[in-house]
């Protein structure tokens, strides 16, 4: 599990070298906190048989965001997993592009690049479109959003083809 995380991390680290990506215009912190349900994801070797994922963001008063990750392993019955990377603002005019930090010390690129209006969604990806995470404020997400989501992601240049959407069963 360690040798995935740092060939993940190390992989980010060299496409977040990438310099163009594109995020939304602004993120107000105060109402992105909170719980996300992932809905779906391009798939990655931690999360391929992923079920019932939700990611929790809590704003410290150091500015820093406590994230949590919790899923469960190989299916909604499968052993409950848990992570607890570290998150930092890293463009403050927008908030939508942090650094997250899996595993100490190395940070890699987190992206808000799609939001509701009324933060019913959000979709966060990486600066070389290979990892993308499609979350709502609730364990579904209506067909005409997700549709929209994908028609924009593919418009952006994402391989939506291989988006696949992750199971949440409660």
Avoid at 71 to 97: C, D, F, L, S, W
Wanted: aromatic share 12%; glycine share 6%.
């Amino acid at each position: 599990m360690i040798r995935i995380f740092i060939i993940l991390i190390l992989a980010s680290l060299l496409w977040s070298c990438q310099k163009e990506f594109k995020t939304v215009a602004k993120v107000d912190l105060q109402k992105f906190m909170g719980d996300w349900y992932v809905i779906g994801i391009l798939p990655n070797p931690i999360e391929k048989t992923a079920a019932n994922g939700i990611e929790t963001y809590v704003l410290n008063p150091d500015s820093s965001i406590g994230i949590t990750y919790t899923y469960r392993k190989g299916g909604p019955q499968g052993k409950v997993k848990t992570m607890h990377p570290r998150g930092r603002i890293h463009n403050h005019q927008t908030n939508a592009e942090w650094r997250v930090q899996l595993l100490k010390p190395f940070w890699f690129v987190y992206l808000v690049v799609d939001l509701a209006d009324d933060y019913r969604y959000t979709v966060i990806s990486v600066p070389n479109k290979k990892f993308v995470w499609i979350m709502s404020r609730s364990p579904k997400l209506s067909d005409e959003d997700y549709a929209g989501i994908i028609q924009r992601l593919d418009a952006d240049g994402y391989n939506t083809s291989e988006i696949i959407k992750m199971p949440q069963v409660w």
